[in-house]
Nanobody, 116 residues
Framework: QVQLVASGGGLVQAGGSLRLSCAAS????????MGWYRQAPGKQRELVAF???????RYADSVKGRFTISRDNAKNTVYLQMNSLKPEDTAVYYC??????????WGQGTQVTVSS
């Protein structure tokens, strides 16, 4: 089992920045990749970014060049640095971990609100 605790959401003006954190505990060695998803009201949950155990990253087109995902293996924590935020980035952001057995784990959501 893997437990994920997300933090760092909040209210920010357009053009501002926020950093989300996701701390993992439990069966850390089973994790292949970690990432962030988001879900806006009335929309489906979508992938924002993920990072693999070897450091490969992938981003949604809508956040490329503005968001950066990183990981601190010593702290078992993944970060999402979000810059140049736009109102359309407003959503609940969820941390995700994918195990070597392709099992998904989810953290609690953290609200990000970007005002125009």
């Amino acid at each position: 089992q893997v437990q994920l605790v997300a933090s760092g959401g909040g209210l920010v003006q357009a053009g501002g920045s926020l950093r989300l954190s996701c701390a993992a505990s439990g069966s850390i060695s089973s994790i292949n990749a970690m990432g962030w998803y988001r879900q806006a009201p009335g929309k489906q949950r979508e992938l924002v970014a993920f990072i693999t155990s070897v450091g490969s990253t992938r981003y949604a087109d809508s956040v490329k060049g503005r968001f950066t995902i990183s990981r601190d293996n010593a702290k078992n924590t993944v970060y999402l640095q979000m810059n140049s935020l736009k109102p359309e980035d407003t959503a609940v952001y969820y941390c995700n971990a994918l195990s070597s057995r392709y099992q998904d784990y989810w953290g609690q959501g953290t609200q990000v609100t970007v005002s125009s």
